[in-house]
Each structure stands twice: as C-alpha cells, then as structure tokens.
C-alpha cells in the first residue's frame, strides 16, 4: 500500500502530537503502572554486579546533576542516568514484552523518559504522552519483522534483538517529545538513532551478561540521538524503508511494512489504533518463553498435588521457534551454573515451580545462583525435556504457550496446557498485583513509607508532579 508519509514520517507525526488529553483512556490509565514497575525492577537490579558496574561507569563521567539514577542517590547528565536506569530495567527479565513482536519495549523507552522529563522540568501529564509515543514507536518497527503468514521474528531468527534496535529508536521519540520538537525533529531524533541502533542475542543461548546493557545502550542512544536533532543533526526521512535503511541493513529486506502500518492514525492519535495495548507484563522475572510452562507446574502442583519426588518425566511443549532459547543446549539448560543462566531455562523453572516459589508464583528469590546448583532441583531438571509442540505453534507467537505432559514414578500421566500468557490482555494482572509485584522487588531497599509514597502517586498519575515519584525511589 502506497503512502503519503514516509514511516518515520507517520510516526514523528504521531508521537509530536500525542498527549494525554488524546490518548484513549485505556492507554493513558496503563502508563503509570508501566512506570511504576519499571522503577520497581531498576531499584532491585542495583543489587547486581553488573548494574553496579554500570553505575560507576556513569559516575566515573560525571557531568551536570540533572536527572537520577533510580535507587541511588546520584545524579547525571540525562543519556548516562537514562544508561543506568536501562541497564537496570533489563537486567532481571522482569520487564514486559509486546506480542507478536516479542521485544521488551518499556525497559528502553520509560528510562529515556524519565531521564529526559527530570532534566527538562516536564509534567506528569506530558511523561504519560512520551512515553505512549515511544512504546508505540518501538513497536511498531518490532512487528515490521513479524511475519504472519509463517508466524516468524524476523529479528530473532537473524539473532538481533529487536527490544534494544527498536527500543533506541522509540527512545528518540519519546525524547524528542519531551524536548518539545515538531515532527520533523522527531523524525530527525528517530533518524539518528536508528545509526546508534544495536543488538545481538547469542547470550540468551550459552550464557553471557552483555544482553544487560541493551537497554541501557538504547535508552542512552535515544536521549542522545533527540538532543543532537534538537541542536540541528538530521536524519533520512526514509530511514527504515530506505535501500538502504534500517530494514534492508538489519532485516535483509525481508520486512513487513503493512504490520507497521496497521491502523495508523498519525494526524489523530485518539482513533489511531495503539499497539502497546498489547504489552504483557511480566508475573515472573525469567524468559517471557518459560511463562505458561510456570503456570502449568504450578496448576499441577496445587490441583493434582504433585511434587518433584513423583516425577518420573515432564515433557515441556511449547513452540518449536523458541526451544533454542529455553531448551537448548539441553546441557546448559538443565544445568545452569547461575540464577541468570536459570531465567532462560524452561527445565529449571518447572522445577522452581514444582518446590514452590515467591512473589506473584515464582519471584526473584527463586533464582539465585545457590538454587540453580542445587543438587535436588538439578536432579530434576535432568527428567525435565523441551520440545517443540505443533499445538503450540498454532498460537505462538500472540502468546508463549505451554503444554506439560508429566509422567509420574507411579505410571500417572498428567497434561496441563496453558495457552494465554498471564500478565497478557487474556489474564491481566489487577492494580494490586502491579503494586504487590513493585513492593517486592524494593523490599529491603526502599522503607515502607517510601513505597507506599510510590505507589500512591501512581494512583493519582498524572495530577502529581514528577519529583513526588521519582523522590520515593532514592535511597
């Protein structure tokens, strides 16, 4: 289909005249909660080394104290803060996903805000209008490399990470927003990044902790990338379906412009049809591929009574494109060496969930390194197999599902499927669980007046000021 705009020009057009008042109520009501659990994963993922590490890079820059890093008493220039902050949001696979396209756009595009509207002075009302913006962005450009007749992630299946290519990419517009720039500077700051855009995911297979920094990198990038545009550096109007755009460069031309169209409105953004409705938070902090089988052993251990003793096999089908990544090598994954190496194996957490875990089911305590060691859940994972499963296919990738065939010492046979991703619009998680999942990733590390402080500017969002929320989460 022929258009009028360039993509980069549709959506510069969307996101400079996005605003509160013209986001449909559904959209605008989900923002804060988004906000609200992407600083909840940054507070608790300055505990890890490789967050710390981020942190004292930035610090070791210095610069002018305009916006902080979440959990932390310091304060940078915008990009380093928005660098930190991503780094942190990515770094326990907590943070939610857009389906089909499978990228994690908040924990890119929310640390840019928030960097950017705190060095800026912006108002609440314009934070939930940017960060709209750049999640749409993002996601937009994730689905151009979804292929529906054949059901594939172009992206994936190159191994880039669409979460921080396109995450840089809806940073700069949600920055340049914020910056106040028209839409051709948004197109501007979405052009520049695009050159800054990265992302390799071979960690996810056999280990590696670089995947952290991804949204960080991206985060960094699109704050930067919006302040050039803004001091005069442009970009190709026709940066993504150019010859020689980001399509053809990163996608080998195999892209899907319909998909990033669909249902475009950029001249009016209250008819327009907005994909973030789609984004999924996540209930547990592993893979987002490992979700149903989770919810399948926990449905087995608390309706069937089943317990790791009277495992004999559990068969774990879920769709054939994503055993690479939770099953494969089967002797990493049913060995981890690490809690992080855990989050991305489908045998360990059907283990975690058969002995019981925290949080929402299973929360951050059910992945230490201690327990991906541990002799008795090892001795499980190793009657734990993942397979690829037409029935799961059929619906991958709109959801992530599952299907537990459980063969016990006693010759039961047990099935549980679990087709819909919880956390999905098909089994949302309330306000409460949104808040319950935030308190306990800063327990111990925010005090109670502090949280509840958080919580309860999430709640009146937007008719708070900004400092309110971002007051509650130094330390």
């Known amino acids: 289909m022929e258009h009028d705009l360039t993509l980069a020009e549709a959506l510069g057009a969307l996101a400079a005249g996005t605003t509160h008042d013209n986001l449909p109520k559904r959209e605008a009501q989900s923002i804060p909660f988004r906000v609200l659990d992407i600083a909840g994963i940054c507070v608790r993922a300055g505990e890890l080394a490789t967050t710390q590490s981020a942190i004292e890079f930035v610090v070791d820059q210095g610069g002018r104290p305009d916006s902080m890093v979440i959990g932390t008493d310091h304060r940078l220039p915008a990009p380093l803060a928005a660098f930190a902050n991503g780094v942190a949001a990515h770094s326990l696979d907590y943070d939610d996903t857009h389906l089909p396209s499978i990228l994690h756009p908040s924990a890119s595009v929310i640390p840019a805000v928030l960097a950017t509207a705190e060095a800026e002075g912006a108002d609440a009302r314009t934070v939930v209008a940017a960060t709209a913006a750049g999640l749409e962005v993002a996601v937009r450009l994730g689905m151009a490399g979804y292929d529906r007749g054949h059901r594939r992630n172009i ?111 950029p001249e009016h953004p209250a008819a327009h049809e907005w994909m973030i409705a789609d984004i999924s938070y996540k209930p547990y902090p592993a893979n987002h591929y490992t979700h149903c089988a989770i919810d399948a052993a926990m449905f087995l251990r608390d309706r069937h009574g089943l317990r790791p003793a009277d495992v004999d096999r559990i068969e774990v089908g879920v769709a054939g494109a994503t055993v ?143 400092p309110d929320l971002l007051g509650a989460l130094s330390t």
């Open 155 to 265: 992206w994936f299946d190159r191994g880039l990470h669409a979460t921080s290519i396109c995450g840089a990419i809806g940073s700069a517009a949600a920055a340049g927003r914020i910056l106040g720039l028209d839409p051709a500077g948004i197109v501007d700051s979405m052009g520049v990044a695009a050159s800054m855009a990265s992302g390799i995911i071979e960690a996810n297979r056999t280990g590696g902790t670089v995947k952290r920094i991804h949204c960080g990198w991206a985060a960094q990038a699109g704050v930067t990338a919006a302040h050039m545009a803004r001091r005069g550096l442009t970009g190709p109007p026709t940066v993504f379906e150019g010859r020689f755009g980001l399509f053809e460069a990163f996608l080998g031309g195999e892209f899907f412009p319909d998909e990033a169209w669909a249902g475009m409105d």
């Open 324 to 466: 690479r990544t939770i099953g494969e090598p089967p002797a990493v994954k049913q060995a981890p060496e690490t809690g992080y190496q855990a989050q991305f194996s489908g045998p360990y957490v059907v283990a975690a969930a058969l002995f019981g875990g925290s949080g929402l089911g299973l929360g951050l305590a059910d992945f230490t390194d201690e327990l991906a060691r541990d002799p008795d859940r090892r001795e499980l994972m190793a009657r734990v197999h993942v397979v690829p499963d037409p029935e799961c296919d059929e619906v991958y990738p709109d959801e992530f599902p599952a299907i537990l065939r459980v063969r016990t010492r006693d010759g039961t046979e047990l099935v549980k499927r679990v087709m819909a991703n919880r956390g999905g619009a098909q089994r949302p998680l309330t306000d409460d669980e949104l808040a319950g999942k935030f308190s306990d990733n800063v327990a111990g590390l925010l005090d109670d007046a502090a949280r509840q402080q958080a919580i309860d500017v999430i709640h009146r969002f937007p008719d708070c000021e900004l």
